[in-house]
C-alpha cells in the first residue's frame, strides 16, 4: 500500500464538499406532490421495495425531483444486496472508474470517497474495487443521501387497485401491515423477478450435498470434501476460489462447453447511445442485441478465472455436460460423456432465471404482467427463454397487462430490477449505467404524478398569490404632462 495522501479532512472533509455540492444543486429539491391519504392512513408517494444500489440511486434521483421516497428492504442494516452477504469474488467485475450510482456529482463517487480515506497514490495503484468495500461505500452512499430505508421489511404480497392505489403487505418483526402507494417500484436485484435457476439433475437430492452459487453456505463446512462445479462463468470462478481457500480437497469444474468464452460483448456494447438509445429500439433490434450477448456468453474476469486455476487441485474439465446424478450414501456420481464424476459435495453455478413461482410476493400480478413471449416473435435461430419471459415495460419501466383493461392498476408497478433489461437496455442494476436508469425512472414519475394530480395543480397556481410586485416600486407618471396632443 503506498504512502496515504488523504487530503487533510478525510471523509469529513467530502461530506462537507458534498453538502456544498447539494446546496448549489438545490438538492434535494422542495417537495411538491400533494400528500395523500385513505380512510385515514397515508398513502406513500413512492414506495421503493429494495435498497440496494438501484433502489438507493432511485430514491437520490428521486429526492432531486422534489419526490422523497420510503424504501423497505427485508435484510437486516448494512446488508442488502449481494456484496457482504453471498458475493464471493474478492473485487467487483466492473472497471473501479465507473461512477456507478453517483447521479452526476463527483463528491458523490466511490473514486471520491475513496481518494478521501486513502489518498490519490491508492487510487492509482488499486486495481479493481474490493467487494466489501464497494459495500462500506453503498452504506456511506445510503447515510449521505439521507435515504429513508427500513430494514427489516419483508414485502409479503403487491394488490394493485383501480383507484390509482397499490396496497403493499409488509411484514416486520412486529406483524404484518397493509402499506398504500400511489407509485411502486421494484429494486429487487439480478434475481428480481425469480431466482437461483436450478438444473433438474439436483432436484431430488439431498439438500446438504448440493448448492447454487448464490446460495448462503458456509464454505469451511467443505474442508477436506471432493467438489464438484457445474458452470464456468463468474459465479462458477467465485464459489470454486472460494471452496478452495477453504481447503476442498479438490474442485472440478464440469463446462459443457468446449472452451471458455474470451471476450465480454456487454462490455464492448456499452456507449452513451446504447443507454439512452435502447428504450427506442425497434423491437427486433432489443432482442437482437440482448440475444446476442446472451448467446456469445460472458467470461469470468481473468483475476477470478486465475484465483481458481492457481491452485493444483482445481481441475477444468471441457465438454462436459452433465447428464444425470446419483446419489449414494454421502457420495455424489455425476455422469457426463466424459465419465462418472464420484463427489462430495456439488455446486451449481447456473445463473438466475426470471420466475414468478420463486417470488411468491408477487403472485397477485404474476399472471397479469405481458410479457416479450406474449406478443413477440424473434426471428428463427434467436429464440430465448430468459428474453422471452422478460417484461414488456414501458416507458417509466411500468408493468404492462397482459390483457388491456383486466388488470388496472398494474401500471403503477415499476420494474427497475435486472429483467427490465429487454425493454430498457442494462439501467436498472448493474453499475455502469445505473444513475441514467434511475434519472430515467425519476424524471419519468415525476412527470406521471403531475398529469395525475393536474388539477390540484391548476388549482394551486389559480391559488397562488406570492406577489412579485408589491405596487409600490413606481409612481404612475402624470401623462398629461408628457404627451403632446390628447
Ligand atoms: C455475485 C454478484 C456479483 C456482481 N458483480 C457485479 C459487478 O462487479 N459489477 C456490476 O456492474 N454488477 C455486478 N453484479 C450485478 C449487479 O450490480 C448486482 O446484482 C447489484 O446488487 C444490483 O443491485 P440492485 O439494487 O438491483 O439489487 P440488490 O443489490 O440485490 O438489492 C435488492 C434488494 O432488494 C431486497 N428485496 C428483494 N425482495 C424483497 C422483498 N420482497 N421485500 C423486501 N426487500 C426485498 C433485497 O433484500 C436486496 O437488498 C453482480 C451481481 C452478483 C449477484
Not at 403493499?168 to 434475481?191: M, S
Not at 397556481?461 to 409600490?472: F, S, V
Amino acid at each position: 500500500m503506498p504512502l496515504n495522501d488523504a487530503p487533510a479532512g478525510g471523509l469529513a472533509a467530502l461530506e462537507q464538499r458534498l453538502r456544498d455540492d447539494f446546496d448549489c444543486l438545490g438538492w434535494p429539491a422542495r417537495p411538491w406532490v400533494p400528500a395523500r391519504e385513505h380512510a385515514g392512513q397515508p398513502v406513500v408517494n413512492v414506495l421503493i421495495i429494495g435498497a440496494g444500489q438501484a433502489g438507493l440511486a432511485a430514491a437520490a434521483a428521486l429526492a432531486q425531483q422534489g419526490i422523497p421516497a420510503v424504501l423497505l428492504d427485508r435484510a437486516p442494516e448494512d446488508f442488502e444486496g449481494p456484496w457482504a452477504t453471498t458475493a464471493r469474488m474478492d473485487t467487483l467485475r466492473s472497471p473501479k472508474e465507473l461512477s456507478g450510482p453517483a447521479l452526476g456529482i463527483p463528491a458523490l463517487t466511490f473514486r471520491a470517497w475513496f481518494v478521501a480515506q486513502w489518498g490519490t497514490a491508492a487510487w492509482e495503484t488499486l486495481d479493481k474495487i474490493p467487494r466489501l468495500q464497494w459495500m462500506d461505500y453503498l452504506r456511506w452512499y445510503r447515510r449521505v443521501t439521507g435515504a429513508d430505508v427500513r430494514n427489516g421489511h419483508a414485502v409479503t404480497a403487491l394488490r394493485p387497485r383501480a383507484d390509482a392505489r397499490v396496497e403493499v403487505d409488509v411484514q416486520t418483526a412486529a406483524g404484518t401491515t397493509t402499506w398504500l402507494a400511489r407509485r411502486v417500484v421494484l429494486a429487487t436485484g439480478r434475481d428480481g423477478l425469480g431466482g437461483p435457476q436450478i438444473p433438474d439433475f439436483v432436484r431430488g437430492l439431498g439438500r446438504s450435498r448440493w448448492a447454487h452459487s448464490s446460495d448462503v453456505l458456509d464454505y469451511t463446512a467443505l474442508r477436506g470434501l471432493r467438489v464438484g462445479l457445474v458452470g464456468a462463468g463468474s459465479s462458477a470462478m467465485d464459489s470454486a476460489g472460494t471452496a478452495l481457500e477453504c481447503g476442498a480437497a479438490s474442485v472440478d469444474l464440469l463446462v459443457r462447453r468446449t472452451d471458455l468464452p474470451r471476450i465480454n460483448k456487454s462490455k464492448g456494447s456499452g456507449v452513451p447511445g446504447l443507454t439512452h438509445g435502447h428504450l427506442d429500439l425497434p423491437d427486433v433490434w432489443k432482442w437482437r442485441l440482448r440475444h446476442y450477448i446472451n448467446a456469445q456468453q460472458v467470461p469470468p474476469p481473468h483475476g477470478s478465472t486465475l484465483r481458481v486455476s492457481r491452485h493444483p487441485n482445481a481441475y477444468f474439465h471441457f465438454g462436459c455436460p452433465v447428464q444425470r446424478v446419483e446419489e449414494a450414501g454421502q457420495t455424489l456420481s455425476v455422469h457426463t460423456p466424459r465419465g462418472v464424476f464420484v463427489f462430495d459435495f456439488l455446486f451449481v453455478a447456473t445463473g438466475f432465471v426470471i420466475n414468478w413461482a420463486q417470488k411468491p410476493e408477487f403472485a397477485a400480478i404474476a399472471p397479469h404482467v405481458r410479457t416479450w413471449g406474449d406478443r413477440f416473435q424473434p426471428e428463427r435461430g434467436d429464440e430465448d427463454q430468459e428474453l422471452a419471459d422478460s417484461p414488456d415495460l414501458g416507458p417509466v419501466f411500468e408493468f404492462q397487462e397482459k390483457r388491456p383493461g383486466t388488470h388496472p392498476g398494474l401500471e403503477r408497478i415499476h420494474c427497475f430490477c435486472y429483467p427490465a433489461a429487454l425493454s430498457h437496455g442494462t439501467v436498472s442494476g448493474d453499475i455502469p449505467a445505473i444513475s441514467d436508469g434511475a434519472r430515467r425512472l425519476a424524471t419519468g414519475l415525476a412527470s406521471l404524478f403531475y398529469r395525475e394530480d393536474i388539477e390540484h395543480h391548476f388549482a394551486r397556481l389559480q391559488a397562488y398569490d406570492e406577489p412579485e410586485l408589491l405596487g409600490d416600486e413606481w409612481t404612475p407618471a402624470d401623462t398629461s404632462q408628457r404627451v403632446e396632443r390628447t
